[in-house]
């Protein structure tokens, strides 16, 4: 854990923490009580629950005297997403050519455990000869490695057959190197820019899941790929290679081996495919206003404070963690993201009685869960201009402080957090462990994008992350109320500043420049993504899955797996590449102090 000195009170200007901390209860009880409260039911973005959360947060910032931003007639601000997507009946009609005299031979597959369009598919009906390009994989040429699927072939005005995955009896390092770069979304632009008409997904008679379709997974994307894409299962896999020279399964062994020169081939026959996408779109509202400056504005008159607000509905969108006996229970949210929406709200009312240098944003995000939809929204059509905001600070899940230990990351888009930082917290005596990192599962990584220098708070996950029994009557007030003095402070120093942070590009960490979705196996587990130390904590593990199985848990930090030594999250995503299904592997782990050792079984990701 990174600890800080304290200074000592006379090395510095000490930055005051707001006197409503010290005077008056802060509003943030009432407000966690009534946003995670059964009849918002769960927040989930576009839904009914989430428009009676919106309205309440609006009135909170009427209440205080929070404005509309300048040209907008309300603090609502509405934006349109993807809620969902269905196969709307893709289907693929295989043509075989016949001897002369005799026609054509043509079968048609129908219905979603044959044929179903991914969920960033373009909607078209497409015709074109076959070409078989392996597993669809390549490698950029800076990673040194030679791989290219498409290396002898030419797919242009072809569809192309590809498999599912990754080459999986690959020595491990080339393994991980390939499986980097197998997501579908990859595989179909790498398709695309090669001029393919479609692309076609067979899951190998070798593979997890073998001969099933892929499931249509939720996608915020509102557009497609630009290329029509779909999976197909084993009947429909085996029509496809009829002719072939070797088995789909003698031909998949041959690529598993890792080998570049084992080349694709043209398929015997044609193809026809219809792709057929209903994406399910939504309006969701982000909650916006901004108590003005009472003195002419500072350079970047703008510093932002914002939250998500929304949260998972009754966890049907996959990103729950209740258990069975949970299922289809409201999810309240309180930690996630009550207690950061009622910050807000808090350090509203504070700010709104003090003088202000610069314009302060209170930004409330919907639509969070789904993928930053809500403030990638307000960014990329920004309603003040991104180069006169001087900062963004944000909070999520800041209600559950853990031995007063509290997560700042971010901290190195601008070379003047860590000093704001230890001054507030000379007053406040937080445990901060201060992390540069922006890349974060959370809205600060929309305004890193941006070129805002930008701080974002957390006490870090819990048992009850993503489960209905994130319930208000667990969050920890007295520390809440403490947090929100000193992240008042935090914003009103940062506020009043004459000159304003300037912003510092961290570079992204290289593993994590490439989705992990193509992931094909889970060990259970569930990371503590804010920790320093060194390994990976863990914030929980999944009820039943492999790393219950194993005996691992809340607290345990590992250290090794697979031989694989780990020393933080990039390590464990690179040695989760390594693994295969159903394979025990050993796992290192430090529990209380001690080192254990027990066996995890990885089990395919459907």
């Given at each position: 854990?990174?600890?800080?000195?304290?200074?000592?009170?006379?090395?510095?200007?000490?930055?005051?923490?707001?006197?409503?901390?010290?005077?008056?209860?802060?509003?943030?009880?009432?407000?966690?009580?009534?946003?995670?409260?059964?009849?918002?039911?769960?927040?989930?973005?576009?839904?009914?629950g989430?428009?009676?959360?919106?309205?309440?947060?609006?009135?909170?910032?009427?209440?205080v005297?929070?404005?509309?931003?300048?040209?907008?007639?309300?603090?609502?601000?509405?934006?349109?997403?993807?809620?969902?997507?269905?196969?709307?009946g893709?289907?693929?009609?295989?043509?075989?050519?016949?001897?002369a005299g005799?026609?054509?031979?043509?079968?048609?597959?129908?219905?979603?455990?044959?044929?179903?369009?991914?969920?960033?598919?373009?909607?078209?009906?497409?015709?074109?000869?076959?070409?078989?390009?392996?597993?669809?994989?390549v490698?950029?040429?800076?990673?040194?490695?030679?791989y290219?699927?498409?290396?002898?072939?030419d797919?242009?005005?072809?569809?192309?057959?590809?498999?599912?995955?990754?080459?999986?009896?690959?020595?491990?390092?080339?393994?991980?190197?390939?499986?980097?770069?197998?997501?579908l979304?990859?595989?179909?632009?790498?398709?695309?820019?090669?001029?393919?008409?479609?692309?076609?997904?067979?899951?190998?008679?070798?593979?997890?899941?073998?001969?099933?379709?892929?499931?249509?997974?939720?996608?915020?994307?509102?557009?497609?790929?630009?290329?029509?894409?779909?999976?197909?299962?084993?009947?429909?896999?085996?029509?496809?290679?009829?002719?072939?020279?070797?088995?789909?399964?003698?031909?998949?062994?041959?690529?598993?081996?890792?080998?570049?020169?084992?080349?694709?081939?043209?398929?015997?026959?044609s193809?026809?495919?219809?792709?057929?996408?209903?994406?399910?779109?939504?309006?969701?509202?982000?909650?916006?206003?901004?108590?003005?400056?009472t003195?002419t504005?500072?350079?970047?008159?703008?510093?932002?404070?914002?939250?998500?607000?929304?949260?998972?509905?009754?966890?049907?969108?996959?990103?729950?963690?209740?258990?069975?006996?949970?299922?289809?229970?409201?999810?309240?949210?309180?930690?996630?993201?009550?207690?950061?929406?009622?910050?807000?709200?808090?350090?509203?009312?504070?700010?709104?009685?003090?003088?202000?240098t610069?314009?302060?944003?209170?930004?409330?995000?919907?639509?969070?869960?789904?993928?930053?939809?809500?403030?990638?929204?307000?960014?990329?059509?920004?309603?003040?201009?991104?180069?006169?905001?001087?900062?963004?600070?944000?909070?999520?899940?800041?209600?559950?402080?853990?031995?007063?230990?509290?997560?700042?990351?971010?901290?190195?888009?601008?070379?003047?957090?860590p000093?704001?930082?230890?001054?507030?917290?000379?007053?406040?005596?937080?445990?901060?462990?201060?992390q540069?990192?922006?890349?974060?599962?959370?809205?600060?990584?929309?305004?890193?994008?941006?070129?805002?220098?930008?701080?974002?708070?957390?006490?870090?996950?819990?048992?009850?992350?993503?489960?209905?029994?994130?319930?208000?009557?667990?969050?920890?007030?007295?520390?809440?109320?403490?947090?929100?003095?000193f992240?008042?402070?935090?914003?009103?120093?940062?506020s009043?500043?004459?000159?304003?942070?300037?912003?510092?590009?961290?570079?992204?960490?290289?593993?994590?420049?490439v989705?992990?979705?193509?992931?094909?196996?889970?060990?259970?587990?569930?990371?503590?993504?804010?920790?320093?130390?060194?390994?990976?904590?863990?914030?929980?593990?999944?009820?039943?899955g492999?790393?219950?199985?194993?005996?691992?848990?809340?607290?345990?930090?590992?250290i090794?797996?697979?031989?694989?030594?780990?020393?933080?999250?990039?390590?464990?995503?690179?040695?989760l590449?390594?693994?295969?299904?159903?394979?025990?592997v050993?796992?290192?782990?430090?529990?209380?102090?001690?080192?254990?050792?027990?066996?995890?079984?990885?089990?395919?990701?459907?």
């Amino acid at each position: 854990m990174h600890r800080r000195q304290p200074l000592l009170a006379s090395a510095v200007l000490l930055i005051a923490l707001p006197s409503f901390a010290q005077t008056t209860p802060s509003p943030a009880r009432a407000h966690v009580t009534r946003l995670a409260a059964d009849d918002f039911e769960g927040r989930q973005a576009g839904s009914a629950g989430e428009r009676r959360a919106g309205d309440y947060i609006e009135a909170q910032l009427a209440r205080v005297g929070a404005r509309p931003l300048p040209g907008k007639n309300s603090r609502l601000l509405p934006f349109d997403f993807t809620a969902g997507s269905r196969d709307g009946g893709s289907a693929v009609t295989v043509t075989r050519s016949e001897p002369a005299g005799r026609a054509a031979r043509a079968s048609t597959f129908t219905g979603v455990k044959t044929v179903q369009a991914l969920s960033f598919s373009d909607e078209a009906t497409v015709s074109g000869d076959l070409v078989f390009a392996g597993y669809g994989i390549v490698v950029p040429e800076s990673q040194n490695l030679g791989y290219d699927s498409y290396a002898t072939l030419d797919v242009k005005d072809k569809v192309v057959v590809v498999l599912r995955y990754f080459p999986e009896d690959a020595e491990p390092q080339v393994r991980a190197a390939i499986a980097r770069y197998s997501d579908l979304r990859y595989k179909a632009q790498a398709a695309r820019q090669r001029g393919a008409r479609a692309l076609i997904v067979v899951t190998g008679p070798r593979s997890p899941n073998a001969g099933q379709t892929v499931p249509m997974t939720f996608d915020t994307a509102l557009a497609g790929s630009g290329i029509p894409a779909a999976s197909v299962d084993g009947a429909v896999g085996d029509a496809l290679f009829a002719g072939a020279p070797k088995t789909l399964a003698a031909i998949q062994q041959e690529l598993d081996s890792g080998n570049p020169h084992v080349a694709g081939f043209a398929l015997v026959g044609s193809i026809t495919l219809k792709t057929a996408v209903v994406r399910q779109t939504l309006t969701a509202r982000n909650v916006v206003a901004y108590l003005p400056a009472t003195t002419t504005p500072a350079d970047k008159p703008w510093v932002i404070v914002g939250a998500h607000y929304d949260h998972l509905g009754r966890g049907d969108q996959g990103t729950s963690l209740a258990g069975k006996d949970e299922a289809g229970m409201i999810h309240h949210g309180a930690d996630d993201n009550a207690s950061g929406t009622a910050a807000v709200l808090a350090i509203a009312e504070s700010l709104a009685k003090e003088p202000r240098t610069r314009n302060i944003v209170f930004a409330l995000w919907s639509a969070e869960e789904i993928g930053l939809v809500g403030s990638s929204a307000f960014v990329n059509s920004p309603p003040i201009p991104l180069t006169q905001i001087a900062a963004y600070f944000n909070f999520d899940m800041v209600g559950r402080m853990q031995e007063n230990k509290l997560i700042v990351q971010a901290a190195g888009t601008a070379a003047t957090w860590p000093r704001i930082l230890e001054r507030a917290n000379v007053v406040a005596g937080f445990d901060l462990a201060v992390q540069t990192d922006p890349y974060q599962p959370t809205d600060v990584a929309t305004f890193n994008q941006a070129g805002v220098p930008s701080l974002s708070f957390s006490t870090g996950p819990h048992p009850d992350y993503h489960k209905p029994s994130d319930t208000a009557d667990k969050i920890d007030y007295d520390d809440l109320d403490r947090f929100v003095a000193f992240a008042a402070s935090i914003v009103d120093a940062t506020s009043d500043a004459s000159e304003a942070p300037q912003f510092v590009k961290v570079d992204q960490p290289a593993s994590r420049a490439v989705t992990t979705t193509g992931l094909r196996l889970t060990t259970g587990t569930i990371p503590d993504y804010t920790s320093d130390v060194k390994g990976l904590l863990l914030g929980g593990v999944i009820g039943g899955g492999p790393a219950e199985q194993a005996g691992l848990m809340k607290g345990d930090v590992i250290i090794e797996i697979a031989g694989q030594s780990i020393a933080n999250i990039y390590d464990y995503t690179f040695a989760l590449e390594l693994l295969k299904i159903n394979q025990p592997v050993k796992v290192i782990y430090q529990r209380m102090g001690m080192r254990v050792e027990t066996m995890l079984t990885p089990v395919a990701r459907r």
